[in-house]
C-alpha cells in the first residue's frame, strides 16, 4: 500500500508563489507516473499536472507557464512549484501516483491520493 502525504499549502496574495511537497511512503516514483490534482469547492477535481518515469511533464492549460511539477526520486519526493498565483488557483490540492505507465491528467488513471493540501490565494 502506497501512502502519499501532501504539504506546502497555505495562503498567499495574488502574485505569490507557493511549493507543495509530496512524500511517498515506498520508492517506486521511479517507475510511475504521479500528477497534482485539485479541487475547488462547488467544481470537479482537476488534473493540474502530471509528471511520468522519463520526466515528462504535462499541464493543465490555466496553469501552463506558471507552475512546474518535478520530483527527486531519491527521496520519493514529488514538487509542484506555483509561481504567479491567482485567486482562481485556490483549492484543495492533492498528490496521486498511478501504478501503469503513461503520463496522464486523467483522474480515473490514478491509484493512490493523499489527503491534500489547501492553498487559498486571495486578491
Known amino acids: 500500500q502506497v501512502q502519499l502525504v501532501e504539504s506546502g499549502g497555505g495562503s498567499v496574495q495574488s502574485g505569490g508563489s507557493l511549493r507543495l511537497s509530496c512524500t511517498a511512503s515506498?520508492?517506486?516514483?521511479?517507475?510511475?507516473?504521479m500528477a497534482w490534482f485539485r479541487q475547488a469547492p462547488g467544481k470537479e477535481r482537476e488534473g493540474v499536472a502530471a509528471i511520468d518515469a522519463f520526466g515528462s511533464d504535462l499541464y493543465a492549460r490555466s496553469v501552463e507557464g506558471r507552475f512546474t511539477v518535478y520530483k527527486e526520486d531519491a527521496k520519493n519526493m514529488l514538487y509542484l512549484q506555483m509561481n504567479s498565483l491567482k485567486p482562481e488557483d485556490t483549492a484543495m490540492y492533492y498528490c496521486a501516483a498511478k501504478t501503469s505507465f503513461g503520463i496522464t491528467r486523467v483522474e480515473q488513471l490514478y491509484d493512490y491520493w493523499g489527503q491534500g493540501t489547501q492553498v487559498t490565494v486571495s486578491s
Open positions: 515506498v520508492h517506486f516514483n521511479s517507475r510511475r507516473c
